[in-house]
């Protein structure tokens, strides 16, 4: 018997509530590899699955967790072998299948991805979904012809998960970074990651009718959407990119086509659910390599079991700031 977070779901009132629990290994749904999980971490989507469940849970009970890292215990495919470690993020566990807020964990092979050199599992978990979206975002830009030297870089949502890692990742790449956040007492963190520039959210979170604005970026990391993406489109440089990671500010986009007709500016969406296994690789491979591990340490919130039920409610109230690292056996 281990320990794990399941959260359950009332048949009659339709009510969930979240603790921690004994549960055997027999009780895992199937997997070919066994994975002595040692750290998780907290996103978006697992405030939602640990609460009501957005949509993303269909089973009950339901352990959450969309990431995790570990050492392998057992497998049946031969890319791994006990002893191993591995990282987990997206392929829908945690949301379909039982994730990573459990001591052991059973997944499917193609789902791992081993450790990269320069990581331990804390730190990979430090990084998570967010880090990796926010790897996978820089990437895109640069394929799309972004390089240090031709402007500022903006970050919306700064503060979060997605935001703290991208900020500190192109700080060190020698990108400028201008940092969006409606939070004023989050400007000392953002300016210890590397940011040069602090934009108030109310400054830029305004629809206006002018499609076009001057030319202020060279890039953008977007994990607000809504108006605030439209706003920004509106003031990207000829030919920019904005990588868009997120729907904090709303799914709308009440934008018009002119930013892209008349100054070439290109939106890429980002989506780290479902990526290929060489990409994926390719992104660990940069976070170990671009990713200042100071900076890192200094976004971690450490966290148990026990306190995810809370931490579930606050992500989802945007409360959280940098990146929590939950101890699976603390």
């Not at 998780?40 to 697992?46: A, E």
């Not at 990581?119 to 990084?127: I, Y």
């Not at 012809?145 to 991208?166: D, F, R, W």
């Not at 000829?238 to 990588?243: I, L, Q």
Request: proline residues 5%; negative net charge.
């Amino acid at each position: 018997m281990f320990n794990a977070l399941v959260v359950n779901k009332d048949s009659e009132s339709g009510k969930t509530s979240a603790a921690v629990e004994k549960v055997s290994l027999d009780q895992l749904p199937d997997g070919e590899v066994t994975v002595a999980v040692e750290y998780s971490t907290v996103n978006y989507k697992d405030g939602l699955c640990i609460g009501p469940g957005g949509g993303l849970v269909r089973k009950y009970p339901h352990i959450p967790g969309i990431d995790f890292s570990g050492t392998v215990e057992a497998s049946n495919d031969d890319r791994y072998k006990p002893g191993d470690k591995v990282v987990l993020t997206g392929w829908r566990v945690g949301e379909a299948h039982w994730g990573g807020y459990s001591q052991k964990a059973n997944v499917k092979a193609d789902w791992l991805v081993p450790l990269p050199k320069g990581l331990d599992s804390r730190q990979a978990m430090a990084v998570g979904t967010a880090g990796f979206t926010a790897m996978l975002s820089v990437m895109a830009l640069e394929d799309h012809g972004l390089k240090p030297g031709h402007g500022p870089v903006l970050v919306t949502g700064a503060a979060g998960g997605v935001g703290s890692v991208a900020t500190a990742i192109l700080a060190n790449l020698g990108y400028e970074v201008a940092g969006v956040t409606g939070r004023p007492e989050a400007a000392e963190y953002l300016t210890s990651l590397g940011a040069t520039q602090i934009v108030a959210r109310d400054e830029i979170n305004e629809t206006v009718k002018r499609p076009l604005e001057a030319e202020s970026w060279a890039g953008c990391v977007d994990a607000v959407g809504g108006a605030m993406l439209a706003r920004v489109l509106g003031q990207m440089k000829y030919g920019a990119s904005v990588a868009a990671v997120g729907l904090a500010g709303g799914a709308g986009l009440p934008a018009t086509v002119i930013p892209f007709l008349l100054r070439g500016v290109n939106l890429l969406g980002i989506d780290s659910v479902m990526q290929p296994y060489d990409n994926r690789l390719r992104a660990w491979q940069r976070i170990a390599s671009d990713l200042p591990m100071d900076k890192l340490e200094a976004m971690i919130q450490p966290a148990s079991l026990s306190d995810l039920p809370q931490l579930g409610e606050a992500i989802l109230k945007g409360e959280i700031k940098g990146r929590v690292v939950v101890d699976v056996n603390a």
